[in-house]
């Protein structure tokens, strides 16, 4: 059973740090690409950080030079540290594994930043 699952949220006050991890089950993930995605409440999910199975990595300019994205295929997870949170960093952080065959999909987990 093909499973993604997201933990590491919580709450943290402004300009704290939290490390999101995504613990892949039932595929290997170094055939594909991860990705962490987010969603605000009213606002659409939005890619927030990407990483190939190559290791390259991309970042959407709200959070770069704060966010890091990594993955250890070893240990099929992928990570998200994320530093300096900021109120609008606010939202359900969404694990993805994406093939030109398949795309999965975490549970979710809440991330909260108060000011």
């Known amino acids: 059973q093909v499973q993604l699952v997201e933990s590491g949220g919580g709450l943290v006050q402004f300009g704290g740090s939290l490390r999101l991890s995504c613990a892949a089950s039932g595929f290997t993930i170094s055939g594909y690409a991860m990705n962490w995605y987010r969603q605000a409440p009213g606002k659409e999910r939005e890619l927030v950080a990407a990483?190939?199975?190559?290791?390259?990595?991309t970042y959407v300019d709200s959070v770069k030079g704060r966010f890091t994205i990594s993955r250890d295929n070893a240990k099929n997870t992928v990570y998200l540290q994320m530093n300096s949170l900021k109120p609008e960093d606010t939202a359900v952080y969404y694990c993805?594994?994406?093939?030109?065959?398949?795309?999965?999909w975490g549970q979710g987990t809440q991330v909260t930043v108060s000011s």
């Open positions: 993805n594994a994406e093939s030109p065959w398949y795309h999965y």
């Open positions: 990483v190939t199975s190559g290791k390259l990595t």
